[in-house]
């Protein structure tokens, strides 16, 4: 069955702390692995598309690196402002079909 | 483009009644999505159509829910007969092929 686990759950970091994110997944004929981040009240917002296994995005902060049975979000001296949901989600074999993992919650404090 | 329009935004209904989610994807995407999403169980995928036609359906719940999408401009998500545990935030998306999926700012369903 395909699935997508996200770790930790939650997150709390200081200001300027780097952590990362982590995406583990499970799918047939992966077609893509997204990263999108929601926050409160709102839809989730695109962040990032990796296809292959070696490939890196960079957004300001956030990189995002993807190996062939998991995904990183690697946040740098974050700021309050990256408080959010951080979903991933992967795109399953040639149906489009988008299964979302759990999401971790960052909290960023000053 | 406006984005992905989705109405209403919050939508409070008594047990048994009717409830109709409405949705306008982005002009030109070939794929929309339908979700829910809970404290519980995140983001779960109802129902998805590619090119108007329903391609997977397996996520709905039960009965209870139908989806359509008559044209390429709107969509619907019905609940009949709507029970408290169907409460809520629905959002619907879309996508131009299998690339980054767009998504609305969802309806808040509250089933009293």
């Known amino acids: 069955e395909d699935q997508v686990t996200q770790s930790p759950e939650a997150l709390r970091l200081q200001e300027g702390e780097s952590s990362s994110l982590n995406c583990s997944y499970t799918?047939?004929?992966?077609?893509?692995l997204f990263w999108y981040r929601q926050d409160p009240g709102k839809g989730p917002e695109f962040l990032f598309t990796?296809?292959?296994a070696g490939e890196e995005k960079e957004k300001e902060r956030l990189k995002a690196t993807l190996t062939k049975k998991e995904s990183f979000l690697h946040i740098t001296a974050p700021k309050p402002e990256d408080s959010a949901t951080y979903l991933c989600a992967a795109n399953s074999g040639n149906t489009g079909k988008l299964i979302f993992g759990q999401g971790t919650t960052l909290q960023v404090k000053p | 483009d406006a984005g992905v329009i989705q109405s209403p935004r919050h939508e409070v209904t008594e047990m048994g009644q009717e409830v109709t989610l409405r949705c306008k994807p982005i002009s030109g995407h070939d794929y929309l999505f339908w979700y829910r999403q809970t404290m519980m169980r995140g983001l779960e995928l109802l129902i998805y159509?590619?090119?108007?036609?329903?391609?997977?359906d397996s996520g709905m719940p039960e009965d209870r829910f139908s989806a359509k999408m008559p044209n390429a401009s709107f969509s619907t998500l019905k609940i009949q007969p709507s029970e408290p545990r169907d409460s809520a935030v629905y959002f619907c998306a879309s996508s131009l092929g299998i690339q980054k999926a767009f998504f609305g700012q969802g309806t808040r369903l509250t089933v009293v």
């Open positions: 159509f590619n090119n108007n036609v329903p391609i997977d």
């Open positions: 799918v047939s004929g992966l077609r893509g």
């Open positions: 990796l296809y292959s």
